[in-house]
C-alpha cells in the first residue's frame, strides 16, 4: 500500500466500550499506526472530521449533537462502519425507548432515587434530546457493521485489517460477544 488510509472515530450515545475496546488491539495499535493516518479520534484528541477513507461510529444517536456528528461523518468518509450494539441497533441506551421523554427527564432528575435538588437541566449548551434513540443507520447510510458489546481488540483488528488490505471480510461467529 502506497498511502496510509485516514481513519476517523466517534462515540455517540453509548458508554465507549467500543473505543476501549479499540484500544485493546495493544502492541498492534503500532502495525495500525503504519496502516493508517488518524483523523478524528480520541488517539489524537482531534474533534473535527476530515475527508476520510474509513469512519468508524459507536453508539447510538441519542441527540441533536450525535445526528450532526453522525451526518458529518457520512459526508468526509468514503466508507462508514457501526460497531457495537449500540451503534448497530441501539443497544442500552436504547432502552428508553418504551417512555416519553418527558417520563425519562422526570425519573432521571425528579423522581429518581437521592435527587435533593429537582430539576431538569434547561441549559442551552446541552444537546436536545432526541424522542428516541435510533441506531445509526436509520440516520445515514453505514457500509459495514460490526455486532458486539463491544467487540473484542481481536475482532476489532480482524475486521480492521482487513477492510484496509481489501480482503473480504470474515469475522468468525465466535468473535462476536456481547459482556
Known sequence: MAEKIRLATASLA?????????????????????????????INDIKTVGECDV??????????????????????CKVLVAIGACAVNGGVPAMRNPFTLKECLEESYIHGKGIENPQIPDD?????????????????????F???????????????TALIEGRPIDVAYTQIQYD
Not at 432526541?130 to 445509526?136: A, E, F, Q, R, S
Not at 467487540?151 to 480482524?158: F, R
Request: proline content about 8%; aromatic content about 8%.
Open 146 to 160: 460490526l455486532p458486539g458489546c463491544p467487540p473484542s481488540g481481536d475482532t476489532i483488528w480482524t475486521f480492521l
Open 55 to 76: 469512519g468508524i461510529i459507536e453508539g447510538g444517536v441519542g441527540n441533536a449533537e450525535n445526528v450532526e456528528v453522525l451526518r458529518d461523518f457520512r459526508r468526509h
Open 124 to 144: 442551552p449548551e446541552l444537546p436536545m434530546l432526541l424522542d428516541k434513540v435510533h441506531p445509526v443507520h436509520e440516520v445515514v447510510k453505514i457500509d459495514y
Open 14 to 42: 453509548g458508554c465507549f466500550g467500543c473505543h476501549m475496546s479499540f484500544l485493546d488491539i495493544d502492541e498492534r495499535i503500532l502495525q495500525l499506526v503504519e496502516l493508517v493516518e488518524f483523523d478524528r479520534s480520541p
